[in-house]
């Protein structure tokens, strides 16, 4: 991984499963990315707590776009 200028906050997930899904997502379209590691509490199992999702500096309009590519569309 190419060394970055740091972390932005890209969004919050509803808890780490989903977080750390959107996060294996936007690492296979290239972007880096983490779960914010003081939101997740590894000794107790998966977080149901909310878990912020960082990127890279200069990658978060790439990531925004990919997630908003995997909300299903409204019905009209």
Do not use: H
Request: aromatic share 8%.
């Amino acid at each position: 991984m190419a060394k970055t200028k740091g972390w932005l906050l890209l969004t919050t997930a509803p808890d780490q499963l989903t977080a750390e899904i959107w996060k294996d997502i936007l690492l296979q379209e290239g972007v880096p990315a983490m779960v914010n590691p003081g939101d997740t509490i590894s000794f107790m199992g998966v977080s149901a707590f909310p878990c912020r999702i960082m990127v890279a500096y200069g990658y978060r309009k790439r990531a925004q776009e990919i997630l908003a590519s995997l909300q299903p569309e409204a019905e009209a």
